[in-house]
């Protein structure tokens, strides 16, 4: 297993376009987070999966954002219409409910929106 | 709601010498305590955890003990190396009773250190 993997590393879009972004997590991991991180900040929970359900969405989730995790394997974020202020690193991390061995993130995504 | 409060930076010092990054935390329940590590370029890595008060978690000389009475979470090494020099992160997770399972974690703002030869 190669850990957690997300595509694309960059992406630059201009303001108003749609972008999405994939996450693929350990196999054996049932539950999946997404995090937004800005300059100088800690990450912050946007999101997160166990198996194929949400169960929970943080109120930064506006609703120009979208995630999916279709078939409880790799998942999905989408923002539409972006903004400026959009334009962070987007981590996505996994973990098997069950054990102790906490998170595995991946190398996560960067956007910039200009 | 639940915070972490990070000392703030950028912490630089020589090799050899002691290290401290100061973290505390605000949290309803009983929260497990993490230290994650960010190097340049590459993703977040855990560094090592507690699950109940009084635990001590340690890697690589790395030591963090979880102290409830002052809810703090401090991380100490008492050697620091040039390869150390990264990006360091105390975190929480509110449903980690036991340590047999993470909800979301809430991160602080970060410090970091650059260790000069």
């Known amino acids: 297993d190669t850990g957690v993997s997300q595509d694309p590393r960059h992406k630059i879009t201009k303001r108003g376009q749609n972008v999405t972004f994939r996450c693929d997590p350990i196999s054996e991991h049932n539950r999946l987070y997404w995090y937004r991180q800005t300059l100088g900040q800690g990450p912050e929970f946007l999101t997160y999966?166990?198996?194929?359900?949400?169960?929970?969405k943080s109120r930064l989730l506006s609703d120009r954002f979208s995630a999916e995790r279709p078939k409880g394997s790799f998942s999905t974020l989408e923002i539409q219409r972006t903004e400026q202020g959009d334009s962070a690193m987007y981590l996505c991390?996994?973990?098997?409910?069950?054990?102790?061995?906490?998170?595995?993130f991946g190398s996560g995504t960067r956007l910039t929106v200009v | 709601g639940n915070s972490v409060t990070q000392m703030e930076g950028p912490v630089t010092l020589s090799e050899e010498a002691f290290l401290t990054i100061n973290c505390t935390y605000t949290?309803?329940?009983?929260?497990?305590l993490f230290w994650y590590v960010q190097y340049p370029g590459e993703g977040l890595q855990l560094l090592l955890k507690?699950?109940?008060?009084?635990d001590k978690g340690s890697n690589k000389g790395f030591e963090a003990t979880y102290r409830k009475e002052t809810t703090s979470f401090h991380l100490e090494k008492g050697s620091v190396q040039v390869s150390d020099s990264a990006v360091y992160f105390c975190a929480l997770s509110e449903d980690g009773a036991g340590g047999t399972s993470y909800g979301k974690l809430t991160f602080g703002q970060g410090t970091i250190l650059t260790v000069h030869p």
């Open positions: 991390a996994s973990s098997h409910l069950g054990t102790g061995d906490g998170y595995t």
């Open positions: 949290a309803t329940g009983y929260p497990s």
């Open positions: 999966f166990q198996n194929e359900a949400q169960l929970e």
């Open positions: 507690a699950t109940k008060a009084d």
